[in-house]
């Protein structure tokens, strides 16, 4: 993998500016955003096999993803602790009810960037940036906010908008 990391030193910046042109593309296309998931989907390969995650970590350590019931379950057998444990330990409901961890970055964050819990993260996590997800279209407003965090979400729109 290239370590393209030093590129997105400004990547908040960087997707701030390029805003404008991912949203003007959504509205112009927006009825052909629906045949594009094969595209999407290339690109997404594209940009994943290229940036390594691990040197950037950003999502881990700003987003906070909703935590289901089926996470906690899987999350409290990976830990050795009841469900119960793991609420009370990490876990805070936010302002639109949902289970998100109590403290940012991730508890389970390492200090090399690896999750303790890899195996069993919650589904939010495992599909992160979701720009390998069907139906592209119905989250395309969520990959423009995510660009501001994620490398391979912002090349993906890049790429997109590009062609």
């Known amino acids: 993998m290239n370590d393209k990391s030093d590129k997105y030193n400004n990547l908040s910046i960087m997707a701030e500016k390029d805003t404008p042109e991912f949203l003007s593309f959504f509205k112009k296309n927006k009825k052909r955003l629906d045949k594009m998931d094969g595209i999407v989907h290339d690109l997404h390969d594209r940009f994943s096999s290229e940036i390594d995650c691990l040197k950037c970590a950003n ?3 700003s987003l906070g993803p909703a935590i289901y019931d089926k996470d ?8 050795r602790m009841k469900p119960s444990d793991v609420v009370t330990t990490y876990l805070k409901v936010d302002e639109d009810g ?5 403290t940012m970055p991730c508890p389970f964050l390492m200090p090399d960037n690896y999750c303790s819990i890899y ?18 279209s119905q989250i395309y407003k969520l990959t423009v906010k995510n660009t ?3 490398p391979i979400a912002y090349e993906v729109l890049k790429e997109l908008v590009k062609n």
Do not use: G, N, W
Not at 98 to 102: E, H, I, S, T
Not at 119 to 136: G, L, Q, V
């Open 72 to 79: 906690i379950e899987r999350m409290a057998k990976a830990l």
């Open 119 to 136: 195996e069993s993260r919650p589904k939010a996590c495992r599909e992160y940036p979701h720009t390998d997800r069907k139906k592209f």
């Open 148 to 150: 501001q965090t994620c």
């Open 59 to 61: 999502c881990c350590r």
């Open 98 to 102: 949902d289970y998100v961890f109590r």
